[in-house]
């Protein structure tokens, strides 16, 4: 379902800092009005209570006092955990019996940028229905309670400790990860106090890269969106594998003994393939519009259902829940295993794919080998915020012509991010010669249009 509200995205409030909505009046009142939506919802008359988590960007400081007041004036009691990866504060307010948690980060995006998420209080995002609930409140007075009926906040001291026994939780007990060298890039984001230590606790060996942040360097050259700095460290390092996630956590990209980068849709496949393997497969799979042709074609050999969402791992998670399945993603690297966790954790799937290796007694070179994915090309045109320009006459010629020169054997896909202001033009085939003109063709046709 494509999002139409205001100011909800596919995952959550996001902007840039300064600029509506991301502004400290705004995000006050976006507290406020989640906390009385929150306190119609609460059991008996007690008071709510939410857990607030945030990454490592400098403007995370200014947007959790203003999240925390808006709370407390609605009359919601707040927990601070301070940097904590969002699948830690799904995990965190499941664990705790809250009514919900937040989380301020902006993911992969620049540090410049930050936003606001939701989760329920059963560690899944917010459904629809309350994020239109929050919105429509958002239009309404801001009217503190009395001063004996404000929010109380105070910090959850052992928040890391937890979450990083319950990712340990997650790897078969049978199982260690002695002998083993990895380096882990945490994007100097909200990982950076917490990843290493779980493999290390498991019984790897650990080089620690990306996990010096600065409130300005998050995602900056490192991390799941840029694993060229990964490639390096494993090959100077000579480690048999590398990590990376993206700056709240959720994302995982993985690299071999020889540099090369594996995506989502090879990890979920070796995740899916090992489980097959084990009779531990629930159904089938869930990709999205983006999944890679190649993926769906060597789950196709092994008989494993395949079904694709709309982008977004929300979607990910409502056609799971309806099919009732257990394991899907996005080849961003966003990976659900729903018998694990409740919402995608980057950690978490990083254990999945490492405990199917250990148990196969194999590599992650031979466990994707079979994934022999197409040529895609992705471009990012930028157009003014909640502007779609598919249906320009010019853009469509262009996207005819490129199904035209696929033949039959390729995939053209135009869709408005859901999260910045840019149209993403996705071209994918056999031929990458072809793949490049067609792309390129499409993207100029639609910048042009955008103008």
Known sequence: MKMTRKYFGTDGVRGKVGDSPITPDFVLRLGYAAGKVLARSSRGGERPAVLIGKDTRISGYMLE???????????????????????????????????????????????????????SGNGAKLPDKVETAIEAALGRPLQCRTSAQLGKARRIDDAVGRYIEFC????????????????????????????????????????????KPDGYNINAGCGATHPHALQEAVKKHRADLGIALDGDGDRLVMVD??????????????????????????????????????????????????????????????M????????????????????????????????????????????????????????????????????????????????????TALAGNGRVLLRASGTEPVMRVMVEGKARSVVARCATAIADAVRKAAS
């Open 65 to 119: 006092s203003a999240l925390e007041a808006g709370f407390s004036a609605a009359g919601v009691d707040v927990l601070l955990v301070g940097p904590m990866p969002t699948p830690a504060v799904a995990y965190l307010t499941r664990a705790l019996r809250l009514a919900a948690g937040v989380v301020i980060s902006a993911s992969h995006n620049p540090f410049d940028d930050n936003g606001i998420k939701f989760f």
């Open 168 to 211: 340990k939780s997650t790897f078969p007990a049978q199982l260690d990860l002695r002998g083993m060298n990895l380096v882990v890039d945490s994007a100097h984001g909200a990982t950076y106090h917490i990843a290493s230590h779980v493999f290390h606790e498991l019984g790897a060996d650990v080089v620690e890269i990306g996990n």
């Open 257 to 318: 003994s020889r540099g090369a980068i594996y995506d989502g849709d090879q990890l979920l496949y070796v995740i899916a393939s090992h489980r097959k393997k084990r009779g531990q497969l629930k159904g089938g799979v869930v990709g999205t519009l983006m999944t890679n042709l190649g993926m769906e074609h060597a789950l196709a050999r092994l008989k494993i259902p395949f079904a694709r969402a709309p982008v977004g791992d929300r979607y990910v998670l409502e």
């Open 320 to 403: 799971l829940q309806a099919k009732g399945w257990k394991l899907g993603g996005e080849n961003s690297g966003h990976i659900i295993c729903l018998d694990q966790h409740t919402t995608g954790d980057g950690i978490v799937s990083a254990l999945q794919v490492l405990g199917a290796l250990r148990d196969s007694k194999t590599t992650l070179t031979k466990a994707a080998a079979a994934v022999k994915l197409y040529p895609q090309i992705l471009i990012n045109v930028p157009t003014r915020r909640g502007s779609d320009v598919s249906a320009d006459r010019n853009v469509k010629r262009a996207v005819a012509s490129a199904n």
